[in-house]
C-alpha cells in the first residue's frame, strides 16, 4: 500500500498536472491564432465591402443611371447596358454581383438580369426603404436574415442606397445590388481551418452566413459570456458538443454599431487529441507500475515481511527465558547477517547468565562463611556491658561513657537495615562525637539543633558520622583548642536538610574543584576530602537521585559547611 501511494499518487498528479496545463495552453494558443484568423476574416470581409461600394458608387454617378431615373429615358439605359461591358464584368467577375435593382420616383423598376423584382410599391412598404432613405446616399447593407423578408429567394446578401441629383441632392431613385454567397465563400474558404467551422450570427443567435449554405437562418443559443464591445474565445458546449469558441463582434455598415458575431467554433475533442497521449502514457506508467510493485512485494517483500515475523516470536520466546532458540538462515544476504547476529546475540547472553548465576552462587556461599565466623553480636554488648560494670566500679567514668557510647555505635552500625530514624542518625553521631571528645582531650566542642519534626522521618543511616570523622581529620590543627563542629537540621518543603558546620582550616581551592569534578562523574579522589566523604555522595545519589547529595562550601582559615539533602519520608513502605 505504501509502494502505491507514494508511487501512483505522484504520477497521477503530474498526470493531471500535465494535461491541465496542456489543455490550457492549448486553449490559449489555439484561441489567439483563431482570433487572429477571424481578424483575418474580417479585413477580407471590408475588402468584399469595399468592393461593392465601389461598384455602387460608380453606378449612382453615373449619367446614363442619372438620366435614366430623372427623366425615364430608357435609351440612357440601353446606352449604359451597351456600353457598361466593364460593369457586366464587375458584376460577374470581382464582385459576384448576381443582380441589379433600379427603382425611380416614376415608380419604373428596372432589373439587369430581367427577373422580377418586388414591385415599387412593396419597396416603399419595406422596412428597407427607411434605411436607404434615412442614411442619405449611404450604401446600406443587409444580410442575410434581413435581405430575406425583402426579396423572398434563396439566401443572398443585398447592398442599397438611396441615388441623389448631382445638382439638387434630392432622392431620384435607388439602387439594390444582390451580391451572391459565393462572394463571401471565397473569403471564408481562402482562410478555412482543419476541424473548424467559421459562421457571422446576429445577437439572436441566428446564423446569417455559413460555408454550410443550409445552417443559414438556423438559430444556436450563444454563451451569455459573449459581449459585442470585445472579442474573446470561451469553452463551452455547442450543439451539445464542448467546443472551444472564439468570436469577434463585427458590422456590415461602419456607421453603426457592431450588430453580428464572426465566430470560429472548434470541438475541444479535436483539440485536446494531442494531450490524449499524455493521459494514456499515464495510464500504462500506472499499469506498469503496479505490476512492478506486485511483483516486487511478491519476490522481495515477502521475504522481508516473513523474516520480521519470524524475527518478533523468536523475540518473544526470548523474553520468556527460552535462551535455546535460534534464527534459521535466509537466501537474503542482509537478512541473514541479522539473523546470524541474532544467534551470536543469544548464545553471549545465555553464556553471560550462565556466568553471573556461577558468580551469584559463589558471591553467596562466601558471605554465608563470613556470617558463619561474626562475633554474635550479643555476645559483643554483653561484653561491653561488663566492661562498663568493671569501669563504674573502679570509678574510672570516662571508661564507661566510652564504653556506653561504643556501643551505641555499634548497634547502628550492625543493623542491617539501610535507613535509620533522623533521631536514631544524631544519636549515632553524637556517640561518636562523645567518644572523640575523649580521644581529642575536649579540644573542641558540638552543638546539636535538629527539628523535633524532622526526627520522625527516616534518611539513608551512617550520613553523618564520616564527615564529622573528617573534619576531625582534616579540619582541625593539632594545637587548636576552641574547635566546634554544629549540626542543624530541617525541612525545606517535601526534603530534610543537614547542615554541618566548623570553624577549622577550610578546605582548598583546588580539592574543592576536584570534588566538583568527582560530583560530575570523575574517578580521581582527594585525599583531603576524604574517601568517607565520597562515599556518603555517592551513596546518597545512588540511594535518593542525582538531585540530592552534598553541598560544600569552604573558605580557607574561616571554616567549612557542608549541606546535605535528602527526600524525607516516614519508614520504608513510603519508598515503594
Not at 107 to 118: A, G, H, L, N, W
Not at 282 to 299: E, G, P
Not at 357 to 376: C, D, P
Not at 451 to 466: A, G, H, I, R, W
Request: net charge negative; glycine share 6%; aromatic share 10%.
Amino acid at each position: 500500500m505504501a509502494f502505491l501511494f507514494f508511487i501512483l499518487f505522484p504520477i497521477f498528479i503530474l498526470g493531471f498536472v500535465s494535461y491541465y496545463v496542456t489543455s490550457s495552453t492549448l486553449k490559449n494558443k489555439v484561441g489567439e491564432e483563431t482570433l487572429q484568423t477571424l481578424n483575418a476574416l474580417d479585413l477580407n470581409l471590408d475588402m468584399v465591402i469595399s468592393e461593392v461600394n465601389t461598384l455602387s458608387n460608380y453606378i449612382a454617378s453615373s449619367r446614363e443611371v442619372q438620366d435614366f431615373l430623372m427623366y425615364n429615358d430608357e435609351q440612357s439605359m440601353l446606352d449604359f447596358y451597351n456600353q457598361g461591358q466593364a460593369i457586366a464584368g464587375l458584376l460577374y467577375g470581382q464582385s459576384k454581383i448576381d443582380n441589379l435593382v433600379l427603382y425611380n420616383a416614376t415608380e419604373q423598376v428596372y432589373s439587369f438580369k430581367r427577373t422580377i423584382p418586388p414591385t415599387y410599391q412593396q419597396f416603399l412598404e419595406s422596412d428597407y426603404y427607411q434605411y436607404l432613405v434615412a442614411e442619405e446616399g449611404r450604401p446600406v447593407w443587409l444580410s442575410t436574415d434581413q435581405s430575406s423578408q425583402f426579396i423572398d429567394e434563396h439566401p443572398i446578401i443585398l447592398q442599397g442606397r438611396a441615388i441623389k441629383d448631382v445638382n439638387t441632392l434630392r432622392d431620384i431613385g435607388y439602387l439594390i445590388l444582390e451580391v451572391k454567397l459565393e462572394r463571401f465563400d471565397e473569403v471564408f474558404k481562402s482562410l478555412e481551418q482543419i476541424g473548424s467551422q467559421e459562421m457571422i450570427v446576429n445577437q439572436s443567435g441566428e446564423i446569417v452566413y455559413s460555408l454550410n449554405h443550409q445552417m443559414i437562418g438556423d438559430t444556436v443559443d450563444l454563451p451569455g459570456r459573449m459581449g459585442m464591445n470585445q472579442s474573446g474565445t470561451l469553452i463551452d458546449n455547442w450543439d451539445q458538443e464542448k467546443s472551444l469558441i472564439s468570436f469577434i463582434p463585427i458590422t456590415l455598415n461602419d456607421y453603426e454599431p457592431a450588430q453580428y458575431f464572426l465566430l470560429s467554433i472548434k470541438p475541444w475533442s479535436f483539440i485536446t487529441n494531442e494531450t490524449k497521449v499524455i493521459r494514456q502514457v499515464t495510464i500504462i506508467l500506472v499499469i506498469l507500475v503496479t505490476v512492478f510493485v506486485i511483483s516486487f512485494k511478491q519476490l522481495f517483500l515477502n521475504k522481508i515481511i516473513h523474516f520480521i515475523t519470524d524475527f518478533e516470536n523468536n523475540m518473544k520466546k526470548i523474553e520468556k527465558g527460552q535462551l535455546d532458540t535460534r534464527m534459521k538462515a535466509f537466501p537474503i544476504w542482509e537478512l541473514n547477517h541479522l539473523a546470524m547476529g541474532f544467534n551470536r546475540m543469544v548464545k553471549e547472553i545465555s553464556s553471560l547468565l550462565s556466568r553471573i548465576k556461577g558468580e551469584q552462587e559463589r558471591k553467596r556461599k562466601a558471605e554465608f562463611k563470613v556470617l558463619q565466623n561474626q562475633i554474635n553480636p550479643h555476645f559483643l554488648y554483653n561484653t561491653l556491658e561488663s566492661i562498663n560494670s568493671l569501669a563504674a566500679l573502679s570509678g574510672n567514668r570516662d571508661i564507661s561513657k566510652m564504653t556506653i557510647n561504643l556501643g551505641k555505635l555499634l548497634r547502628i552500625s550492625i543493623n542491617a537495615a539501610d535507613k535509620v530514624s533522623v533521631r536514631d542518625e544524631v544519636r549515632h553521631v553524637i556517640s561518636y562525637m562523645e567518644i572523640q571528645k575523649v580521644r581529642f582531650e575536649d579540644r573542641f566542642t558540638f552543638e546539636i539543633e535538629v527539628d523535633k519534626q524532622l526526627e520522625s522521618y527516616y534518611v539513608l543511616k551512617l550520613v553523618l558520622q564520616p564527615l564529622v570523622e573528617n573534619i576531625l581529620i582534616h579540619a582541625f590543627k593539632r594545637n587548636q583548642v576552641d574547635g566546634i563542629i554544629r549540626i542543624r537540621g530541617g525541612i525545606a518543603g517535601s526534603d530534610g536538610y543537614f547542615l554541618v558546620e566548623d570553624n577549622g582550616v577550610g578546605i582548598p581551592e583546588n580539592v574543592l574543584e576536584t570534588f566538583k569534578h568527582c560530583n560530575q562523574g570523575s574517578e580521581t579522589h582527594s585525599q583531603n576530602i576524604g574517601c568517607g566523604v565520597m562515599n556518603v555522595q555517592e551513596r546518597m545519589k545512588i540511594y535518593y537521585g542525582q538531585r540530592y547529595g552534598m553541598m560544600i562550601c569552604s573558605e580557607e582559615n574561616k571554616g567549612t559547611t557542608i549541606k546535605l539533602t535528602f527526600p524525607i519520608s516516614e519508614g520504608e513502605q513510603d519508598d515503594l
